[in-house]
């Protein structure tokens, strides 16, 4: 699962310890908190009750599950599920063409073989990302190569990618990471100069948007995941959006079997090479109903991210992630901040989290340094890198395989999770309170 993928920090919301707290629990906002004992050292918790649960299932979901279970159409080929999906989606986000596939991962695969990225190509990726975004390029045998990051966003830093194009960049991927949006006006300009087309990774994103236009419309194609942690989720699902017909074409026959689109799927003729990454009927009619609710969730996470923002501006040694200008809607998918341990009379990061998850606040340190991930190196070992790539290639690789900023970035990133947003400014106030408490007490949970 995702959440532990990134090691997520749950909070121990037992029900008896809650109720026998329940009483003592309330810390008024203020100069109380100086007051209080941290949860970490005895004292009550913040918040006793657990955040939504998600991912979230209502009367229309379990009709429509069950109305698959029953017909049998369970697979894409037997029904019209599938074909409807992807109609109200592309519909959703202004697309002309969406495909479903099984997953965020799939996404991206198609995309790479659609634009027949492969060996010897080098793709422009972030290391700030989920290890997907670059798996995908290590499954084609092409080269990632990494842009540092922007610390201030969390995105890739745009700016820095223009020095990392050679004579092999077959594409850019930029990441929409956490639902904010990557320097779209920057990325596209860059790509139209040289020439490279780019995909956006927009798994963390849903109606997120740039200047009014929905994120996973602006390249040449959009992926998405459904993951059951995602913003939108099918337990496991995807989907590719793009406005270029015959390159959906060559990702739909890659995405099942190399067969072509528009003929049925009683035939046995391949057009090309291809795989199997079909969604299942269960998820596209499921993904049907989640979708229903989605605007109003996007709206709601919003509203109380803007809120708790405001909150922790006022805190010194908290920053949240800020947005580039265009940015005109951040999906939160995730809230991310950087801590600064110097206002926290030098509690480390990981001790702070852990004193925020005992307080009731559950939170994550997110990713670590992807480009110096050991699986890297060893990849390009194997023998088909080796067949493909000179040793004078994978040493300049190395050489300049740098990202300083984002070093720093993984070192002070804290996390909220997207289901802590969707209820309302008391959850946000505890948040908060959690933190000025933590702050008010940091020299004692230091030295504890
Ligand atoms: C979740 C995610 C993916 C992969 O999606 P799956 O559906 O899990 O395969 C890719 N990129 C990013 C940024 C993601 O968050």
Redesign the pocket.
Known sequence: M?MKRRDFIQTAAAGTAAFALAGATFVPKGASAATAKPALLGGPKVRTEPFPSWPMIEENDEKAWMEVLRERGWCRTQGERGAQFEKAYAEMMGAKECIATA??????FCSLNGLGVGPGDEVIVPPY??V??INVVLLQHALPIFVDSDRETSQIDAKKIEEKITENTRCIIP?H?GGNVADMDAVLTIAAKHNIPVIE?A??AHLAEWKGKKVGTMGKTG?F???V??NLSGG???AILSDDSDLMDRCYAFHTNGRARRQGSYHFTYGQQGSNLRMTEFQSTLLVQQMTRLEAQTKTRTENANYLTQQLNEIPGIRVAKMYDGCTRNAY?LFMFRYDPERFAGLPRNKFMKALSEEGIPCSGGYSPLNKEPFLENTFKTRGYQRIYSAEQLKKWAGENECPENDKLCEEAVWFFQSMFLTGRTDMDQIAEAIRKIQANAADLAKA
Do not use: I, M, P, R
Not at 103 to 108: K, R, V
């Open positions: 995702e997953n965020g991962t799939s996404a991206l990302t989920f997907a975004t990441v990471l990774d798994c963390q992926c995941s459904f993951q942690t995602k496991e699902g995807g998918h």
